[in-house]
């Protein structure tokens, strides 16, 4: 299977929205889990939401009733739907792909700021 392919990222105003998309390569019945992580500068990656093979989902507090992680099996996609960004949102965000073994996408930056 080839890498993830993200986009989606851009620069937003405090209070906008962006959504993220992550584009899977190959047979999609081996996915455990789909997610976001994302990496601000001088910090580490770290997770903001999951998905799982039966749907259940997982988020980080600080993004909790802002962020909807969703996929559509059919277009072998991940979304992140991004609403309320605060500029403390801003970092390269990351689709992670968990086949047993991990895949990463090449990151999308997301900045807010006015």
């Known amino acids: 299977q080839g890498q993830p392919v993200e986009s989606g990222g851009g620069l937003v105003q405090p209070g906008g929205s962006l959504r993220l998309s992550c584009v899977v390569s190959?047979?999609?019945?081996?996915?455990?889990?789909m997610g976001w992580y994302r990496q601000a500068p001088g910090k580490q990656r770290e997770l903001v939401a999951v998905?799982?093979?039966?749907?259940?989902?997982n988020y980080a507090d600080s993004v909790k009733g802002r962020f909807t992680i969703s996929r559509n099996s059919a277009k072998n996609t991940v979304y992140l739907q991004m609403d309320s960004l605060k500029p403390e949102d801003t970092a390269v965000y990351y689709c992670n792909i968990n086949r047993g073994w991990v895949q990463w996408g090449q990151g999308t930056q997301v900045t807010v700021s006015s």
């Open positions: 190959g047979s999609t019945s081996t996915i455990f889990a």
């Open positions: 998905i799982s093979r039966g749907g259940s989902t």
